[in-house]
């Protein structure tokens, strides 16, 4: 098998890329709708392939404080999938699913904590179904866990275990809306280097 990394894809791959997005933001706002017995939608999301050291910049800087929800990606394709937040994300979101005010303090007590692990379990689920819809291959997720910690040591989990194997992450930008409140999640999909190939010739591209 032709290794693929981050530098051998190109427009094609990313349009493919782009399109596994939309259908799992669907996907998402169904579920999260179900959940919530209420309107939710969710904007065309933004997708890019970025190389895994740029992750922390984009979320601000490796001190930045954030939210991590993280899985594992197991089957066919192997690797981590991270739904981060920043903290006044985090707590947009949690007043927004529970339909509290959008300034309302947040206490990071059992009943948030599982919120948010829920809309990661959510979304992470959306994404890898519609990734298994398209590829015809068979992707799971571990359950999640969740930290509250500076960017760069919650990403030092997925760069311990796939940092000398994986080159680079897909980038998903998903802004949730009700019409009046909007908050934006960022979701990364970071398979090994093999999983990269397998997926891309699964999906008729490489």
Do not use: W
């Not at 190109?10 to 939309?22: C, K, M, P, T, Y």
């Not at 933001?25 to 904007?43: H, P, W, Y």
């Not at 979304?123 to 890898?128: E, I, P, Q, T």
């Amino acid at each position: 098998m032709v290794a693929l990394d981050f530098n051998t894809l190109n427009s094609f791959h990313l349009d493919v890329l782009r399109e596994i997005g939309n259908i799992g933001a669907g996907n998402a706002a169904t579920a999260l709708a179900k959940i919530l017995d209420k309107r939710v939608d969710m904007k065309v999301p933004q997708v890019r392939v970025m190389d895994f050291s740029e992750i922390s910049d984009m979320l601000g800087g490796a001190e930045t404080q954030v939210v991590g929800i993280l899985l594992g990606v197991e089957g066919d394709i192997s690797g981590n999938m991270m739904f981060i937040l920043d903290l006044q994300s985090a707590q947009l979101l949690v007043n927004f699913l529970m339909g509290r005010p959008s300034k309302t303090d947040l206490d990071y007590d059992e009943i948030t904590l599982s919120a948010l692990k829920e809309i990661g379990n959510i979304l992470a689920g959306s994404y890898l179904s519609a990734l298994s819809n398209l590829t015809n291959l068979t992707i799971n997720s571990t359950v999640p866990g969740l930290a509250i910690d500076m960017a760069g040591a919650i990403l030092s989990v997925p760069a311990i275990e796939f940092g000398k194997t994986s080159d680079f992450a897909l980038y998903i930008e998903n802004e949730f809306t009700d019409g009046l409140n909007s908050v934006i999640g960022n979701l990364f999909l970071i398979p090994d280097n093999d999983s990269c190939s397998r997926l891309l010739l699964a999906l008729g591209v490489a």
